[in-house]
């Protein structure tokens, strides 16, 4: 590896250029977009710092008070917790369970396809309308139902601070379009020819999905995965809509903790120092997934 | 496909049919909301069909906002964001999976760490330098952005490219091909079903944004559907059929567009007979 | 591996392309934008925060302006929404914004003014000859005057009362022309209103209080003291009032009462639970006047003030409502003036005020308008809006963080069932902390 050849020197040099040319749109738009706000944010959470006037630093002051003085702080992370460690995986099977699903062929799957990416596009205000009456605790089609089958006593969703959480968990599984949108195109490549072969092999549909398919589409399973994460740590929409982290704080999850303190109590400093928090702690997430992934997402053609 | 039994068939039929007729619901929800008269929106238990009727609300939604001019505007916006970020993405998402070079992972991680902080804080500064630019009250801000990729896309055309085998842009290179050459004519018709993907998602996104549009245009002739549906909206309740109706009407595109952009999704890349 | 053919520097001539493109597109916009007035017309920009009808009717009044202020071309800009605050925070941190604005809340005025990026209108108001003091309702007045000095002014407020089912009254065996007077009276006539089926779920609900930030004003208290310039958080009264909202949690299971209104959704919805005859009494506004007429025209009902407590305030109501500003960064301040100035005058407030149905917060404007003198509820509306009970939002900048805790410490009071001295004590200290902070950044 060390003494490389002079014909691989001239390769490795046009790779060189080539990888930065191509990838140049990125690192210009990360100059001038990027860069400049990601550091900013960086100090501001060092200063008091309101949006209007200038910025002025106060040190770590922002972090001592975010880890000792705000006990929503920590209220809203283990929210926010919940929802990576309950909502998060819930919607991951459930996405690719309906991609499988709408990967068959038979009649009219196109139409089927729509119907099940319509939620995903359905404007906010309609949706949380719409499921305003769902989970109502009264009347709601969902404790009608669970009384049809026996739950003497079904929970009171979105008012109960114990049921705030799943219901919004139940609300998001419905919203799976866009998962599923992508691993639908994942499971169209997988090529036929493997499944053919794995048939003749005489592997069960099990054991295809777990052989073939599974490690096909592990590298859209990975990226789901993490973007997956991202957003559950940065939860925020439904909250802010439809329960404005109420009842008794059991919806403020952190992204709108952050707002609040960000746009309401005029406290940029103090939302920058949350959100670098926040990054720390996800890109803890990210890593491990990054570690464990090397065991089991399945490159087809990575560049060795 | 795989061969399956009919009763596996009719089996998956039923499931496809139950689970989406559940799916189903918001759009229904939406569209007869729209048609029903204001007593009854908020009924309950709800009422599931409109009585009166009242088509009138979509004719009067649409009058109450300048909806064709906002919807060209919206489709100007949308229409530059998918052609930038088809453009800027899948060549940065080549380099970051097919061409091997010092500093690309990382470019890599990087690109991953933007998405993991929160908009929020970013917004201001983001402002700043669009203010400094003199950028603000033109669309500029929606759009330029695009051309320079976006990390999610970028990050989600790599997952798919990662896929592809290179046994094929190696054969390419014996045979002469620029690195361009290999994206251009073997990657990108390989990725057809990504490319859409990403296409549909930034369309959608780009259709739906509001805050963007709402921190930087500053003139009615320039507003966006999503700012119009806001009109709808006052301080203690809403027009909500006119809303509903509205809304509607903003969800067809989407509809169409992924109804009929579903081809690309099924065909896929034909990689049979290459590989396997 | 083979020799590989030096590759094209590829992406030129799609760089090229693509910078077309970005200027093309820039072209395309900008040339969109150029708009050409005449030199003596001023153009002034101004963001409401009105959307809906409300926006109809402002625009309306700004036709007025424009037609009868020639040297002055107004262009009304619609900043609505849930995001519409983030607009104007970020317009203000960014320093783009308009020559006037109505878009900054009661609430901010403070926080806004004195961060030094609103105008003073003092020395216009004294060449106008106006006095705010005189011209406005007390409770108004008093919030719009910050540190001694103007920096907005409103053109609507709104008054709080309770309006009652009369129906229901009279079917529980209450007076409807007798409606409670004291805060005993109304828990009684709570306590006659409700209902329950033999599961003992709720099928109907007098009163259920919320909003403690009003109703310790009721029950005597306040939120700061002006003169001391302190926090006053554990006052006593409002420790009284909190105590009285929690009495509700022991009479009533809330929890359960809460379901059964979250049935109805929205109180301004057509199936809001006062209009369908499920809540006999609720608090609220002169702007639901509207909205009975709408949804439930048939509805029997009536509106008496906010009862008090022995040694409460009679007649208590919040004041408030959406300011205009001029930005410091306004560019033609002069005209923008001439604008405010029209808006504010009685004039423009009465016809604003009476085609959206909210109370007119300048005395001259209710005074020689006929629907506002006519129309009972308004003439009772407008008569609380002046008397000397009326409250708006402190001066203090920390105001927003404030009363967000305010709502908190109810909800974990009544619902939560946390001791409300110590939660007051609590938040005594806290805002106390946030606004000396405050006041100390506020000073470099």
């Known amino acids: 590896m060390n003494r490389k050849q002079p014909r691989l020197r001239a390769q490795e040099r046009e790779n060189q250029r080539n990888g930065t040319l191509f990838a140049l749109p990125w690192l210009l738009g990360f100059a001038i977009f990027i860069a400049y706000p990601l550091c900013a944010s960086l100090y501001y959470s060092f200063c008091t710092y309101d949006a209007i006037r200038p910025a002025r630093w106060v040190g770590l002051q922002n972090y001592q008070r975010l880890f000792f003085e705000d006990p929503l702080f920590w209220k809203s992370l283990s929210n926010t917790l919940y929802m990576v460690a309950l909502g998060l995986p819930i919607g991951l099977v459930a996405s690719l369970g309906i991609a499988m699903l709408l990967n068959q062929k038979v009649r009219g799957i196109a139409l089927y396809r729509t119907l099940y990416y319509l939620p995903s596009i359905t404007p906010v205000v309609a949706t949380s309308i719409l499921w305003m009456w769902l989970l109502n605790p009264e009347m709601g089609l969902v404790n009608l139902f669970l009384k049809r089958v026996g739950v003497a006593n079904p929970p009171a969703w979105l008012t109960d601070p114990f049921w705030s959480k799943p219901a919004l968990i139940l609300m998001s599984l419905w919203g799976v379009g866009g998962g599923m949108v992508i691993y639908l195109a994942a499971l169209k490549d997988v090529p036929e020819a493997l499944y053919e072969a794995a048939a003749l092999d005489g592997a069960s549909r099990w054991s295809q999905f777990r052989h073939v398919t599974l490690p096909m589409i592990s590298p859209v399973i990975f990226f789901n995965l993490i973007m997956g994460l991202i957003g559950s740590f940065q939860y925020f929409t439904q909250a802010f809509v439809m329960t404005n982290g109420g009842p008794q704080d059991s919806t403020t999850f952190y992204a709108l903790h952050l707002f609040n303190k960000a746009f309401l109590d005029f406290k940029m400093g103090y939302a920058s120092a949350m959100a670098w928090i926040l990054f720390l702690i996800t890109l803890v997430g990210a890593l491990l997934v990054f570690r464990t992934s090397a065991r089991w997402v399945y490159y087809g053609g990575e560049v060795k | 496909m795989k061969q399956r039994s009919p009763s596996l068939k009719l089996l998956a039929h039923l499931l496809l049919m139950g689970i989406g007729l559940l799916f189903a619901l918001p759009f229904y929800w939406l569209v007869t909301t729209a048609l029903k008269p204001d007593t009854q929106i908020f009924q309950m238990p709800p009422a599931w069909i409109p009585h009166p009727v009242m088509w009138n609300n979509y004719p009067k939604a649409l009058h109450y906002i300048p909806f064709w001019l906002y919807t060209g505007n919206t489709l100007k916006i949308c229409l530059f964001s998918v052609l930038g970020t088809l453009f800027s993405c899948s060549l940065v998402a080549y380099s970051l999976s097919k061409i091997r070079w010092r500093g690309r992972d990382l470019v890599f991680y990087s690109l991953l760490a933007t998405m993991i902080l929160p908009g929020q804080v970013t917004m201001i500064p983001t402002f700043t330098i669009f203010k400094w630019l003199g950028w603000i009250g033109t669309s500029l801000p929606l759009i330029v952005p695009a051309f320079f990729g976006s990390a999610f896309h970028i990050f989600l055309l790599r997952q798919f490219f990662m896929t592809l085998p290179n046994e094929l842009s190696e054969a390419a290179k014996i045979d002469g091909c620029s690195e361009f050459g290999i994206y251009w004519r073997i990657v990108l018709p390989l990725s057809k079903s990504a490319m859409a993907t990403v296409g549909l998602f930034t369309f959608i996104s780009a259709w739906n944004d509001f805050l963007g549009p709402l921190l930087y245009l500053n003139d009615e002739s320039s507003y966006t559907l999503s700012m119009g549906l806001q009109r709808f909206v006052s301080q203690h309740g809403a027009e909500w059929s006119m809303l509903m109706a509205t809304s509607t009407v903003m969800t067809l595109p989407i509809i169409a567009i992924f109804f009929f952009a579903q081809r690309t999704f099924i065909q896929g890349t034909t990689l049979t007979g290459i590989k396997g | ?444």
Request: glycine fraction near 8%; include cysteine.
């Open chain 3, 1 to 444: 591996m083979t020799k590989p053919r030096l590759a094209k520097p590829l992406p030129i001539p799609h760089l090229k392309a693509f910078c077309l493109g970005i200027v093309l597109c820039s072209a395309f916009i900008l040339a969109g934008c150029a708009r050409t007035t005449s030199p003596k017309v001023t153009e002034i920009v101004y963001w409401t925060g009105w959307s809906g009808h409300e926006f109809e009717a402002q625009e309306r009044l700004i036709a007025e302006f424009n037609r009868t202020h020639p040297h002055i071309h107004v262009r009304i800009l619609s900043q609505f929404g849930t995001s519409g605050y983030q607009k104007v925070r970020i317009a203000f941190a960014g320093g783009a914004t308009p020559d006037v604005m109505s878009t900054v809340w009661a609430d901010e005025l403070a926080a806004y003014a004195l961060r030094g990026v609103l105008t003073p209108l003092n020395s216009y108001l004294k060449q106008a000859g106006r006095d705010v003091e005189r011209e406005y309702t007390p409770g108004v007045a008093k919030m719009l005057r910050i540190e001694g000095k103007t920096y907005g002014l409103t053109v609507t407020t709104n008054t709080s009362f309770i309006a009652y089912n009369r129906a229901i009254f009279r079917e529980a065996g209450l007076d409807p022309n007798h409606p409670p007077q004291t805060i005993a009276e109304l828990d009684r006539a709570a306590l006659a209103c409700t209902k329950y089926d033999p599961q003992g779920n709720f099928v109907r609900y007098g009163f259920r209080p919320s909003q403690l930030s009003l109703w310790a004003y009721v029950f005597g208290g306040k939120w700061y003291d002006t003169a001391t310039r302190r926090i006053t958080a554990n006052d006593p009264h409002n420790l009284a009032a909190l105590r009285w909202m929690v009495s509700y949690a022991r009479t009533y299971d809330l929890k359960k009462m809460q379901a059964f209104q979250a049935g109805f959704g929205s109180n301004e919805t057509a199936n809001g639970p006062f209009f369908v005859g499920k809540m006999a009494m609720w608090s609220t506004g002169e702007w639901s006047q509207e909205y009975i007429h709408r949804y439930a025209p048939a509805l029997d009902w009536g509106w008496f003030a906010l009862p008090a407590p022995p040694g409460g305030r009679d007649k208590t109501t919040g004041a408030g409502g959406s300011v205009f500003v001029i930005p410091a960064a306004c560019r033609h301040k002069d005209e923008a003036w001439e604008f405010l100035n029209w808006m504010s005058s009685p004039h423009a407030v009465a016809s604003f005020c009476q085609s959206i149905k909210n109370v007119p917060p300048v005395i001259a404007a209710a005074k020689g308008n006929t629907f506002f003198q006519t129309d009972p509820l308004f003439h009772f509306s407008i008569a609380i809006s002046q008397g000397k009970n009326s409250f708006g939002a402190p001066p203090i900048p920390t105001w927003p963080t404030y009363r967000r805790e305010i709502g908190r410490v109810e909800e974990a009071a009544v619902l939560g069932g946390e001791d409300p001295d110590k939660l007051l004590n609590t938040l005594q200290k806290q805002m106390e902390k946030e606004l000396i902070e405050s006041r100390e950044d506020l000073q470099r």
